[in-house]
């Protein structure tokens, strides 16, 4: 039972809502999510951190960047995630995010560009 109302808590926020859902199609970086989402470093860590901590989501060093990927052993989680994403029409938000995903490898560069 914990587990289900854990999950409830964390869907309970937009933002981790967003990231869970884009995390579901693609391991992203945090400058990547920055870029879809249109949101900050900060608020954005903060609520990856969270995401860890309950273990929805794993991260993996890849050279510079820490990639975050849903951890898809949670199947109450993936199968939430799949229902809202059978439904994406009623969520344009979500919708507009998953149509700037395809950009992700650009805000890559643009953060290796400006480090420079």
């Known amino acids: 039972m914990r587990k289900l109302i854990n999950i409830f808590k964390i869907l309970a926020d937009e933002t981790r809502i967003r990231i869970l859902v884009l995390l579901y199609h693609k391991k992203l970086c945090v400058c990547q999510m ?3 989402m249109k949101e900050s470093q900060p608020k954005i860590s903060k609520h990856l951190a969270k995401l860890r901590n309950m273990g929805f ?6 050279e510079k960047f820490i990639f975050y990927y849903l951890d898809r052993d949670n199947e109450i989680l993936v ?10 029409d009623d969520y344009p938000k979500l919708k507009e995010d998953l149509i700037r995903i395809s950009n992700t490898d650009n805000y890559i560069k643009e953060k290796i560009n400006n480090s420079k």
């Open 34 to 36: 920055q870029g879809v």
């Open 57 to 62: 989501v794993k991260d993996k060093r890849e």
């Open 79 to 88: 199968s939430v995630l799949e229902n809202i994403l059978s439904n994406i």
